[in-house]
Structures are given as structure tokens and as C-alpha cells.
């Protein structure tokens, strides 16, 4: 019996290249402004047009800046590119959602709030986080900006197909964990290789109780695992979550594609060429210590000693704990920080910002932290002042910023400068990730919370 993977991948197969890779129709294709320049360009030098312009969406997110959307961008590259983006969208007849476009955002919080992320679709776009869009059961990766233009030119692409990986984690999860300490649990228990060349699906009791913005998390951050993508079979969840968005099928079209989505499952007798299972009753709230996602710990626990890391990883270990100024064996619970920020297509959801309210509530934000509190779109900025979240924030002394990618990473103003540590929502600890010499401790939106209330690395159970 096939797994959910295959039925959606054969569904999308054009042909196969005998010895080769595989010609894969495409559903949707995102573009954000930094990976797609090259690629309009290309079809313009050998005087193409885009095959199905309806399937494709752009926006700019990487390089928009997060204050004063409404006046001219500073910065001469960000503001160069946010432009190309807007005249190549007009040239090509595309859809494009402008800054200060009431449906801008980050193109991977915006592709599902909208409704145009479905069950079932092949979904790409020039980013490695497009695996977020897994969520809602969708085949979706990210590629190069050669095949933004292939897709672009003829609405298919030419992949490898990947090899399958289930993984099931049973159980329950305990007080103030949520779906990030899941995704940091498992890089920690895979490493970020060690689903390299897989397709990841998620099941199991603790994925069938998460909730959408949960599971959106969780698919955003199989690529740290060196997954190709991760995605969740889709369910009443994932209906109800559908239902009535903007671009979603309406009336008999809905219960057609419902009807076909209750397809979209692996069989009982499914075989994955990998299977891994863990119990969600093992994980607690968690931060990162060192220069890759997988290199985390339980919040109440030690960094590891030197002696406990394979030899050929020990260099490594210790270059990355001297970059971030912490030593082997201490716990990370107390430490010091500098920044705070909650955002990024990972954690810049409605529920992320309901988490984070929740903790700060009745406090006050800590004098010695910058808290940069980033919406993941217009619609999350309009949810976040429907629900009064805005009022509980700024009665702790929070203020909310314009949506965009932030400081998830150094493309915009939003930098965090040399030696200073901020324990961050987003999904990428690398050395300078979010600024030159910036060290990043990567956690929940509860945990970021507690530090920005307390100015430490804190468990935020003591809160809830």
C-alpha cells in the first residue's frame, strides 16, 4: 500500500526520465523577492512568459522593514529588490501582495491563512522553509532559483523522488510544551542530518492533537533536520482550519474536495523506508546552546560534557559553544539575555502571540531586553487587535512591530548586534544569523516570554 507521500506524488507525475529525475506538475509556487530576480530575468532573456500565472503568488517578506512600511526602504539593496519584485509582477501579470497590502506577509504564514496552501497540492517556492505548508497534508519544498524559473516557464519541475520517513510520537505533551520544543526535540535526537534525503511524515496521538498553527511549526522546521519536507495527513483539524478562508473551494466544490482530502492518508499497511517513534511525555520546554538547531537541551537541563560527543564532532562543539560563550556541562536556566524576539514564518502565527500574552500578562517586560514582537502578516497584526492581545502587551511595555521576516535573519533592519543574545522564536541558530557576531538561543514563544519578562533564560511553567 502506498504511503500518503506516493499517492500525492504520483498524482503530480508528468513523466520519468529513464536513469533520470522525474517531471513533477506543480500546484502552487510562492516568490518572495530574493530568490526570484534571477529567474524573471532568465525568462525574459529567451522571451518566455509564466505558463499559468493563476498558480503563482509573490509577496516581499526577507527584506521589508518591520517600522514605517509607509515610508520609503533605507536600506538601497532591500529597497532595490522589494522593487523588482513589484515591476516583475506587473511585467509577468502576476499576483503580488505589496507591502502594506492588507494581504502581506510572510509568504509561508500568508500561502496558508489565505487558503491557497490545499491538501494535496505540490507546493514550491524559492525558500527552504516551503515545508511548512506540509501541515495541511501538501507535498511542499523549497527549490533553486533556476527551477523558480523552470516552474515559472512550465508549471512542472524535474526532482529525484525522495525516500519516505514516519514519525510517530505517542502520548501526551506535558505543561508549557509545545510544537517548537517537539521540532528543537527531534533535531536534537536526529541531528540536523539525519533525515537528509527523506520526506518526512508526522503522526502519532501528539501530532492528532495539535492544532494547526502547532503543526505548521513542526513542518517549518523538518528542513533543520535535513529533511526534503515534513507533512501531516490532513483531518478535521486541518478541515476546520480551511473552511471559509479566502481561496478555499466554496459550497458543493467544498464537500467534493473534502470528500477527496479524507483520501489523503498512508494505509494501515503503508511501508516507509524509515520509521522512528518517540513519546511526547519526554519532551519539556526547550532552548538551543549552540550554532545549529539541533544542538538543544531540556530547559532544565546541562549542556553536555565534551567526552559525550562523538570525537569527530567535538572540534565543532567546542567552536560553536566558544562563539556563544557558554561552557560544557553548565545549564543555560538563569543566563543572562539581551534580545527577545517572537516572529518568523515559525512562530509568527496568532497562537504564537496568544502564548506569549498569556505569560506576560500582569508583568512587565525586563529593562535590560529589546523585545522585537513581529506578526507574521497583516491578518495576524488584525487577529492580535481583534482579540485585545495588543492592550495586554502594552500594559507589560511590549510594542508590536509590522509583519516581515524580521530578525530571523540579517536582511533587514532588524539586526541583533555583536555579542548580544537573543533568544528567538525563528528557526536558525547559525553563527550571524540574525546579525555579525549575533548569538541566538532558539525556543517557544512561552519560553521567549518568560526571559523577556524575567531578563533570563527562564522555564516558563512558573507562568502558566
Known sequence: MNTLFDKIWDKHVVQIVEDGPTQLYIDRLYCHEVTSPQAFDGLRSRGLKCLRPQQIYCMPDHNTPTHDQDKPIVDPVSKKQVDTLAKNCEEFGLT????????????????????????????????????????????????????????????????????????????????????????????????????????????????????????????????????RGGFIAPDNITFEYIKGKEFAPKGDEWDKAVEYWKTLR???????????????????????????????????????????????????FSKSLSYMGFNAGEKLLGKPIDYVFLGACTNGRIEDFRAFASVVKGHKKADNVTAWLVPGSWAVDRQIRQEGLDIILQEAGFAIRQPGCSACLAMNDDKIPAGKYCVSTSNRNFEGRQGPGSRTILASPLVAAAAAITGVISDPRQFL
Not at 550554532?291 to 565534551?306: F, H, K
Open 266 to 316: 498512508s494505509g494501515d499497511d503503508a511501508v516507509f523506508d524509515k520509521e522512528l517513534v518517540f513519546d511526547g511525555n519526554d519532551i519539556e520546554p526547550r532552548v538551543t546552546y549552540g550554532t545549529n538547531p539541533g544542538m538543544g537541551i531540556g530547559i532544565s537541563e546541562s549542556i553536555p560534557e565534551l567526552q559525550s560527543i562523538d570525537e569527530a564532532g567535538q572540534a565543532s
Open 96 to 227: 503580488h501582495y505589496g507591502m502594506l497590502s492588507p494581504d502581506n506577509g510572510i509568504i509561508h504564514v500568508v500561502g496558508p491563512e489565505k487558503g491557497l496552501t490545499l491538501p494535496g497540492m505540490t507546493i514550491v517556492c524559492g525558500d527552504s522553509h516551503t515545508s511548512t505548508h506540509g501541515a495541511v497534508g501538501a507535498v511542499a519544498f523549497g527549490i533553486g532559483t533556476s527551477e523558480v524559473e523552470m516552474v515559472m516557464a512550465s508549471q512542472c519541475i524535474l526532482q529525484q523522488k525522495p525516500k519516505s520517513m514516519r514519525i510517530t510520537i505517542n502520548g501526551k505533551l506535558g505543561k508549557g510544551v509545545v510544537a517548537k520544543d517537539v521540532a528543537l526535540y527531534l533535531m536534537s535526537k536526529l541531528t540536523t542530518s539525519g533525515a537528509t534525503g527523506y520526506f518526512v511524515e508526522y503522526a502519532g496521538e501528539v501530532i492528532e492533537n495539535m492544532s494547526m498553527e502547532g503543526r505548521l511549526t513542526l513542518c517549518n522546521l523538518s528542513i533543520e533536520m535535513g529533511a
